[in-house]
């Protein structure tokens, strides 16, 4: 039977877990040794196809519990129920005492998303590349890992021109205005989302961009090349780094995409405890396996547009024409302490008992 103050405690570290846009979309009820996990479809993007984002992030949150559970005398295992819906149940992790610990929960608390440009001296070891592959291999995913500068430049731009059709395309756009947050009163009263102190843009930036949420303006600034700028210089943050990584998976169901999540943050807290910084990257992965499934979304225009990054990006990360990529990340060092997103649901509003 695990205690409420357990259950609390664990709550506490799946509520640090990184989401997409930091949407939190997961809640959890406790049953003697038993937790249901459910996805929450209220707090998913839209356009995320297969619900594939939001999945990443409960199986992160997932990863925070059983780490932080290990950590406190307990071993955890996880079952997937038959035909898991996307927005109910889509898991169930048993506890039994055990004597163990995991040295992983301490950086819980510290890891973050950093989005300051990284050292491009900085060259991993062979014992950190190593850590890292070691980090996810007991988990159904693929990791490429790419240490090539020209390969960085190349996918760099493909983000650039992915990127640049989220602010322009408008369900895109409608999407990322109503997930962003302007104040600290906005902050509040959602507790999800992305916070602008996070994204580290400039004062004038976060006043230029309020207005952006207007389609005319919108219009406008796509117009004179604004937004193709901002697009630009986001990507180009992918050539600073040590590594890229790609996590992909073999299949494109609710566990495969689970499983995916609770590698990412295994790896990105074997990231942290090595003293590296991380940033995901989900928009190539995203419009690549919403050209699959439905293509119909995009406009001609973007389709045939996304076709070309697809073969292009293929190329450099050959595993994904074998596999379904999931989700990229950059890899490296910086002295920049990042911004981390403060704003996170609390406790009591992701327990369901
Ligand atoms: C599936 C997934 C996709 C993400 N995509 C991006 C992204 O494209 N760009 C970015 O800067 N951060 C991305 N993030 C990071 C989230 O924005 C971040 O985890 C969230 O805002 C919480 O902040 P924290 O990681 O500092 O706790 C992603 C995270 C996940 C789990």
């Not at 005398?73 to 996880?78: A, T």
């Not at 990284?118 to 890992?145: E, G, H, M, W």
Request: hydrophobic residues 35%.
């Amino acid at each position: 039977m695990i205690s409420d103050s357990e259950f609390y405690c664990w709550l506490e570290a799946a509520s640090l877990a990184p989401s997409a846009d930091n949407m939190q979309p997961w809640a959890f009820k406790k049953r003697d040794d038993e937790i249901e996990v459910y996805y929450i479809k209220e707090r998913s993007l839209p356009t995320d196809t297969l619900d594939m984002f939001g999945l990443i992030s409960v199986g992160a949150a997932i990863q925070n519990i059983i780490i932080t559970a290990e950590n406190r005398g307990f071993s955890c295992k996880i079952t997937y129920p038959n035909h898991a819906t996307f927005d109910k149940l889509v898991a169930l992790l048993c506890f039994s005492s055990c004597e163990s610990n995991n040295e992983l929960a301490d950086c819980i608390p510290i890891r973050s998303t950093n989005r300051a440009p990284y050292d491009i001296r900085t060259k991993l070891s062979n014992t950190q590349i190593f850590l890292l592959q070691k980090s996810t291999a007991s988990f159904p995913v693929s990791c490429q890992y790419i240490f090539d500068k020209p390969q960085f430049e190349e996918i760099a731009l493909l983000d650039a021109q992915s990127s640049y059709i989220r602010l322009e395309y408008q369900p895109f756009h409608d999407e990322l205005f109503d997930i962003l947050r302007f104040s600290r009163s906005e902050n509040e009263k959602y507790r999800y989302g992305l916070t602008f102190e996070s994204l580290e843009v400039p004062d004038f930036a976060v006043f230029f961009a309020k207005f952006l949420k207007f389609r005319l303006f919108n219009d406008l600034v796509s117009k004179l090349g604004f937004g193709k700028l901002v697009a630009y210089s986001l990507s180009r943050k992918l050539t600073k780094s040590s590594c890229l990584c790609l996590i992909s998976v073999t299949e494109r169901d609710c566990k495969s995409y689970i499983e995916a999540g609770r590698g990412l943050e295994q790896l990105w807290l074997t990231c942290t405890k090595m003293g590296l910084s991380v940033q995901p990257y989900g928009v190539l992965p995203q419009y690549l396996t919403k050209l699959d499934i439905e293509p119909r979304f995009f406009t001609e225009k973007y389709k045939n547009k996304l076709f070309k990054h697809k073969e292009k990006f293929n190329a450099v990360f050959t595993e994904s024409s074998t596999k379904f990529p999931a989700l990229l990340l950059r890899i490296g060092q910086t002295d920049q302490i990042s911004k981390r997103s403060s704003i996170r649901i609390t406790t009591n509003n992701i327990n369901l008992n």
